[in-house]
């Protein structure tokens, strides 16, 4: 069975670096051909797709979040990384990760985590 589980720091504040951790049990991160994603969810909001780092390495962002975002991951550990600079209240939402093969529908999700921005 697939399990992904997000970690990170509940509160930032304004201005600093989220950094949140995707930790896989289940599957390879490096496993053809399956991407892994971050999804965000604000208050009020639908989901928002945030970037995705595929099986081989190449990572995708989207272009509104680019100039802030990079996704990494540590295969030893068969984790994901994302960090998000510079963030705003705007940024307070629940975090989550998934995975899917190519650009299908995701087939696993992590529970989120939730992450507020707030001085």
């Known amino acids: 069975q697939v399990q992904l589980q997000e970690s990170g720091p509940g509160l930032v504040k304004p201005s600093q670096t989220l950094s949140l951790t995707c930790t896989v049990s289940?599957?390879?991160?490096?496993?053809?051909?399956?991407?892994w994603s971050w999804i965000r969810q604000s208050p009020g909001k639908g989901p928002e797709w945030m970037g995705a780092?595929?099986?081989?390495?190449?990572?995708f962002v989207a272009p509104t979040l680019k100039s802030r975002t990079s996704i990494s991951r540590d295969t030893s550990k068969n984790q994901v990384t994302l960090q998000l600079a510079s963030v705003t209240p705007d940024d307070t939402a629940v975090y989550y990760c998934a995975t899917a093969a190519g650009w299908g529908a995701p087939d696993y999700w992590g529970q989120g985590t939730q992450v507020t921005v707030s001085s």
């Open positions: 780092l595929a099986y081989s390495g190449i990572t």
């Open positions: 289940g599957r390879s991160i490096t496993m053809n051909y399956y991407y």
